[in-house]
């Protein structure tokens, strides 16, 4: 560890800035009069105009922003500016007509949010467009990223992920077959305005199972009479390929207004230093819109969105024999390297996800307002094994994924009280195809939710506000399945769940298991402004979660994992009591944040590996699901340091520790410390030239149990007991990251040219939380180049 150690000093003394501009101007009525004390706001930054009506607002860094002035008795401008050099930006306000009555003066205090927001900047969804919503998300302090491969990857948020983290995608909960690390989410993330993770009461309204915190993914609004668009086309080395997204927006304070975006990306195999990645080219085509009618108090919107991906499993995660399996996993050398092609063969996944919705909001009063949802989804996912002969083009997996969804959310302010209520409920039905010749993973089932919510916010003070959340969700779930006799009597189901058994076929039974759920969720949240720009967060939750359909039913080949599964219908509903606090501090020349957390989890389910087990499509290891109690401890730490106008000096770090209480062993597959140094340069004058180094280290996880077991391997025409190693965490590694870029002005139209290198020194290394780590390195060095068009 002595060289990470030196490593991190190096880059600590290290410091960068961002782009600094300055908007200014003035802020008029439509009879050109000033408006002295009117408000502009850009993001997180604040200023007032004077009696003149000129402001000036330094400190922007450069980007895509959204800019909110307002004055009472004026309608607010609220749109987004693109903020590349110094800005002059005059605003003109209209007055806001509105019948006298009577007037009771009263001095009411604002409910701040108790949970910190944790936001992606759009300069880092632009960076990600060719990638994945997981591999973004890994820039928020304490968030991971667990992957299948390189392109199946899912956010970790305190060591936990898939149902513990549900995702929420313009204000629609994703229903994607979410349950496993196999699984990545279904969405564009070209298509997001705005990326963020949120905890605490807040998280409420979405559900009371998000155990690990909840992703919210939310569109672009445009209030501006405007339209605009953008286009990025990015090419990589690693893949030797590319993607193009692009978009077009229409904004209008009323009447008409809509959205549009598409995304193409085509990449082939992967290469680690030392050979190729096999199979692990990917397609995607996504599509995502919307229509949206702004009346004078209500508005009416319909979104629809296409997500359609091909992805290749790497071939060398699927062995023959047990000698096969044994040799892949303990020699560290994949079994399959073949030369480089785009072509995707088996093993692969064949996605298709539609989201439509449709959704009314009507402010009732000044205070008052009623938000009414509908929407539908359907998830279509097809597996491709290994087959022959007329099977090689019938998928292994087959599931189709229907699920209906109503929200109405209600809100009200009444003083200094927020107060927030709402009713959900959900129709879902999962379609296991009988036709793939092989016994499905999950079943064919149903599942009915109902839930309700209310959230009380109230601001004692300017520097006080506290809130507390309740929430109610009843669940029903049963599915249709086969189970062969021999795997019934080994999972110890006879004389226990013999109830489920419809009818008995001689080797098999059909059984139709029913679950029924009743949860009871809560939150309570406090936030103290502090002096010196601190504020003190503090959260306390209680959050339920049942075990999903993987957990309860699986029996079979995961394909994507190369793992053998098996649920279990004895896990009953996962009970999680976590705390955590936040000292914030913001400013312009340093900022951080700390959140240290504790959360112990009842009933905490997980993958537990254990003998190798020879099917006629090979030999796999086989995972069980399995229940224990566990207590889980962590520390978040972010920092930025603008340390001169050009320098500027950013700082994240977050340790996990898991314990698996019952057995008094660590818990499996907890993320490793991690620590992330940034330097960035910047020369306004130079085009806004930028140049970045980045600094990622990940420690080697020393706590992880022991789950090995011993496999008979044919030597020399005789068996032998050979140790399976499929617990030991690979080695830590440090990488360095580089990335320059300018921007150039033609016309009306921006252009950004951005250069990088991942992996610079095509470190070869293995990540813990990749499930193929058993198989195959980690893809080797990238270069980069993206070109953005801004019009």
């Not at 400190?59 to 050099?85: E, W």
């Not at 039974?509 to 402004?529: C, D, Q």
Request: overall charge neutral; some cysteine; hydrophobic content about 35%.
């Amino acid at each position: 560890m002595r060289i990470y150690f030196t490593l991190l000093l190096i880059t600590a003394g290290s410091w960068c800035t961002y782009a600094q501009n300055t908007s200014s101007g003035k802020v008029t009525t439509t009879q050109g009069q000033p408006l002295d004390g009117a408000h502009i706001h850009i993001d997180d930054l604040h200023a007032m105009t004077l009696p003149d009506g000129s402001y000036t607002l330094p400190g922007i860094p450069a980007g895509n922003h959204r800019v909110v002035v307002s004055f009472i008795g004026y309608k607010s401008m609220d749109t987004l500016v693109d903020i590349y050099h110094n800005l002059t930006l005059n605003v003109v306000l209209k007055p806001t007509s509105t019948q006298l009555q009577e007037v009771v003066l009263t001095e009411n205090v604002s409910a701040k949010s108790t949970t910190h927001e944790q936001k992606l900047k759009t300069e880092t969804l632009e960076k990600y467009s060719n990638a994945s919503l997981g591999d973004a998300l890994k820039e928020i302090a304490g968030v991971s990223a667990v992957k299948m491969g390189s392109t199946i990857v899912k956010p970790v948020i305190n060591g936990l992920h898939s149902s513990r983290v549900p995702i929420v995608s313009n204000n629609v909960r994703m229903e994607d077959q979410q349950w496993g690390t196999e699984h990545a989410p279904n969405l564009d993330i070209n298509a997001a305005g705005k990326v963020s993770v949120i905890k605490g009461a807040s998280a409420l309204q979405y559900g009371g199972d998000a155990v690990g915190g909840l992703v919210l993914v939310e569109p672009l609004t445009v209030l501006k009479d405007t339209l605009f668009g953008r286009t990025i086309l990015t090419g990589d080395s690693n893949g030797r390929g590319g993607s193009v997204t692009s978009s077009l927006h229409q904004g209008a304070e009323k009447g008409w207004a809509w959205n549009a975006a598409g995304t193409f990306k085509y990449y082939g195999d992967r290469e680690s230093p030392n050979y190729v990645l096999s199979n692990t080219g990917n397609r995607e085509a996504n599509f995502a819109g919307d229509v949206k009618y702004i009346g004078s108090n209500y508005d009416l919107t319909a979104y629809y969105s296409f997500y359609n991906a091909t992805i290749g499993i790497a071939e060398a995660t699927h062995t023959g024999s047990t000698s096969d399996l044994v040799r892949a996993i303990n020699s560290r050398e994949p079994n399959v390297v073949r030369p480089f092609t785009y072509k995707i063969g088996a093993p692969r996944q064949e996605i298709q996800h539609h989201l439509a919705k449709i959704n009314f909001n009507k402010k009732i009063d000044d205070n008052t307002s009623l938000a009414v949802q509908y929407a539908f989804q359907l998830n279509k996912r097809e597996e491709y094994d290994l087959r022959r002969a007329d099977l090689i083009n019938k998928p292994a997996l087959d599931l189709t994924l229907a699920t209906h969804s109503v929200n109405a959310d209600w809100k009200q302010i009444n003083g200094n009280a927020t107060i927030k209520a709402g009713l959900s409920g959900l129709m879902q039905h999962n379609e296991a195809s009988p036709y793939t010749g092989v016994r499905p993973l999950i079943p064919t089932y149903e599942r009915y939710d109902v839930g309700a919510y209310g959230i009380y916010s109230y601001a004692f003070s300017n520097t006080l506000t506290a809130d507390a959340g309740v929430r109610y969700d009843f669940s029903h779930i049963q599915a249709s399945k086969y189970y062969q006799i021999t795997r019934w009597q080994d999972l110890g189901y006879v004389g226990v769940y013999d109830k489920f058994i419809i009818q008995d076929f001689g080797t098999q039974y059909f059984t139709k298991p029913t679950f029924t759920y009743h949860n009871v969720s809560a939150s309570l949240g406090i936030r103290k402004e502090l002096n010196g720009n601190l504020s003190l967060l503090a959260n306390a939750a209680l959050t339920m979660r049942n075990p999903n359909a993987a957990e309860l039913f699986s029996d079979g080949l995961n394909h994507t994992n190369a793992t053998i599964e098996l649920g279990n219908l004895g896990n009953k509903k996962e009970e999680a009591i976590k705390v955590s606090a936040t000292l914030l501090k913001t400013g312009k020349v340093f900022s951080f944040e700390a959140t240290p957390y504790i959360n112990r989890i009842n009933n905490f389910i997980y993958l537990q590996p254990g003998q190798a087990e020879a099917t006629n499509r090979g030999t796999f290891p086989v995972f069980r699901y399995k229940q224990t109690d566990a207590f889980m401890a962590g520390l978040d730490l972010h920092a930025d340091w603008n340390i001169t106008n050009r320098f500027k000096y950013i700082f994240s770090g977050a340790y996990v520790y898991g314990q698996n209480t019952a057995e008094n062993l660590p818990l499996i597959d907890m993320p490793p410390v991690n620590i992330s140094n940034t330097i960035r340069f910047t020369k306004t004058e130079w085009n806004s030239f930028f140049a970045e180094l980045r600094s990622e280290a990940v420690f080697t996880q020393t706590r992880y149990p022991d789950y090995n077991f011993n496999a008979n391997v044919l030597v020399n025409n005789e068996f032998v007991s050979t140790l399976t190693d499929i617990s030991t965490a690979p080695k830590g590694y440090h990488l360095l990251h580089f990335t320059t870029g300018m921007q150039f002005k033609t016309g009306k139209s921006l252009i950004a040219v951005n250069f990088s290198v991942n992996n610079i020194f095509n470190i070869a290394y293995r990540d813990y939380l990749n499930r193929q780590r058993l198989y195959t390195d980690e893809p080797g060095r990238n270069f980069q180049l993206q070109l953005k068009f801004n019009y």
